[in-house]
């Protein structure tokens, strides 16, 4: 085995011009000392097969060599990890295969990734060792002085640096970009989105460059546009059903309210509960029930489909009668319950009144009846024989049967007049006639308590456009109410007279009078003065009802002034001039009313 003293220089030189060069006379290997003022320094070994290799890739190996001056390159061929061999420069037979005057360690073999990049410390060089494949056989080593590496591989992170940062920046630049050009587009959908679930629908999202999202945005927009209309429809529905029934809710008379699921809270009340609960409204967290409310509806839960308690309100001193029906959904979930507390102090009035009627009728019936089949029966036994006997029995009976006439009448007369069925007869009528008639009907009446019953009138020729007989049935009411509660011995007066646009009738007696409370209920049916004398009088109620009525079919009105003890005036105004009775005066082409 030759050596040789050969630098980096003469080393590469040798590569190419391997077969002129002296490192290739070693048939078997030739070793290269890296430092020749150093005898001690380490020799690296070439050994080349170019048989193997072919003389291209020689020459490329030189052309590598060119590229980097300051290499060293080992190439062979590896058949056994770890065992390097050399094969003869030539076909000379003196030559003989030998093996490798080395051999490197199993870690050094190609096949290891982990030893293809290392560092080995050599006298004055650090020498950096690449193992790289070239085919799958061969493997070329190449050895590089160590600090030309460093430096390199300072050049190559500088490389990766500006690389990396090149990097980030292009993609900050591409985001940044993808921001504008997506991402706003993205942010306008998304506030559109927001904006949809809070309640505004008229959106207009941007057109974009991206077809896709200018197509989201607009077909949005359009399902917002549909939407919004369709919630705007459905909201003023049922807006215009909340306030129907927010107005019905209000018109109704009696006391409604909701209740929650478990009767304890108002939730809802109409404008009549809110005042009678002392608030403009119900606030949304409710009211709590009175607890005179929750005594009556303890049992409502048990009785929700038919549930009705009456009960007496002291707050403004009148009776209920209260109502709860269970409020339901169309899944008929319960959610609540629906009171409803009815003013029924005027019906239990009228039920009074009408029982009253009822025993009032029953006594006016039956006393006159009494006293004509009496004096009938006296009559038909002979038991009165003296003609003027006869004559007074049956004028009793005939009193009785007008008394019974009247009594039928009044009921009869005003159950038409309320009920619009009357028909209303208008005529030509002297005032003063129809006074004295009454009077005449009134006087064996008034006699038979000993009255002295008188008509006061002045003279007047004016004529009245009125109904004759409903004229004269309210003079006849007053006139007998004038006699039933005066006492024996009075005296009651009809007068009559005129002013520029209406008739006067007056009835004034001396009687027992009237309070103003009973003055002020006079007007209504049934009623009647809770007195002695007002019992034994008897009536049904209705009499001084029917005036009124009467008198407001003629246009006028009844007026009365009465003191407790010193008797009564009724006055009963008629004006000269109905413009109802008038129309018709004027279509059966009747002349109009007497003039002064």
């Not at 709860?324 to 009074?352: C, P, Q």
């Not at 009822?358 to 004509?372: A, D």
Request: proline share 4%.
């Amino acid at each position: 085995m030759g050596s040789g003293s050969y630098g980096l220089e003469g080393f590469q030189a040798m590569l190419k011009n391997p077969e002129k060069s002296g490192f290739m006379t070693c048939g078997y290997g030739t070793g290269i000392q890296l430092d020749p003022k150093n005898s001690n320094s380490p020799f690296l070994f070439l050994g080349i097969d170019f048989k193997a290799l072919g003389i291209e890739a020689t020459v490329e190996m030189g052309r590598e060599f060119e590229r980097r001056k300051d290499a060293i390159l080992f190439l062979t061929k590896g058949d056994v990890p770890g065992r390097w061999k050399v094969k003869p420069l030539s076909e000379d037979s003196n030559y003989a295969p030998l093996e490798s005057m080395f051999s490197l360690p199993p870690n050094f073999s190609p096949q290891n990734p982990e030893t293809r990049n290392f560092l080995v410390s050599s006298g004055t060089h650090e020498l950096a060792c690449l193992v790289h494949p070239i085919t799958k056989e061969v493997s070329y080593l190449m050895i590089r002085d160590g600090r030309s590496i460093q430096e390199e591989f300072k050049v190559f992170l500088w490389i990766i640096f500006f690389q990396f940062l090149f990097s980030v920046l292009y993609v900050i630049g591409v985001g940044f970009l993808f921001s504008t050009l997506i991402g706003l587009p993205v942010r306008q959908l998304v506030e559109s989105c927001n904006k949809i679930e809070g309640g505004d629908y008229s959106i207009s999202v941007p057109q974009t460059p991206f077809r896709e999202l200018s197509l989201l945005g607009s077909t949005l927009s359009q399902v917002a546009a549909r939407v919004g209309f369709r919630i705007e429809a459905a909201n003023n529905e049922l807006l215009e059903r909340h306030r129907r029934l927010s107005a019905i809710f209000e018109c109704i008379s009696a006391r409604i309210y909701l209740l929650d699921k478990n009767a304890q809270t108002i939730t809802m009340a109409n404008s009549i509960t809110c005042n009678r609960l002392g608030v403009a409204a119900v606030p949304p967290e409710g009211i709590p029930l009175e607890n005179e409310r929750k005594f009556l509806l303890r049992d409502l839960n048990e009785k929700a489909t038919d549930f009705h308690a009456e009960f007496f309100d002291d707050f403004d001193g009148r009776t209920y009668v209260l109502n709860a029906f269970t409020l339901k959904d169309h899944l008929e979930t319960s959610l609540g319950y629906v009171i409803v507390e009815r003013d029924i102090t005027l019906e239990k009035e009228i039920n009074r009144m009408k029982s009253e009627f009822v025993s009032n009728v029953s006594h006016e019936l039956r006393t006159p009846l009494t006293s004509i089949q009496a004096y009938a029966e006296m009559l038909v036994d002979g038991e009165i024989s003296r003609p003027q006997e006869v004559k007074d029995y049956l004028n009793i009976i005939l009193f009785e049967t007008e008394r019974l006439t009247r009594l039928v009448n009044d009921v009869l007369d005003l159950s038409r007049i309320e009920s619009g069925k009357h028909r209303i007869k208008p005529s030509i009528i002297k005032p003063g006639q129809i006074a004295q008639h009454t009077i005449y009907l009134m006087e064996r009446w008034a006699a038979k308590k000993k009255q002295q019953l008188l008509l006061e009138q002045d003279e007047y020729s004016d004529s009245l456009y009125a109904d004759k007989d409903l004229l004269e049935q309210a003079l006849l009411n007053l006139v007998s109410n004038g006699i039933k509660y005066t006492q024996e011995g009075g005296k009651i007066c009809l007068k009559t007279w005129k002013s520029d646009e209406e008739i006067f009738f007056q009835v004034i007696d001396n009687g027992i009078g009237m309070s103003k409370t009973e003055v002020s209920q006079l007007f209504t049916k049934f009623f009647r003065a809770d007195s002695d004398i007002v019992r034994q009088a008897g009536g049904t109620g209705l009499g001084l009802v029917l005036v009124q009525e009467i008198a407001r079919i003629h246009g006028g009105r009844v007026e009365v002034e009465s003191t407790p003890g010193l008797g009564a005036k009724f006055t009963l105004c008629i004006p000269l001039k109905n413009p109802l009775f008038m129309q018709q005066k004027a279509a059966s082409g009747g002349e109009a009313a007497g003039s002064p």
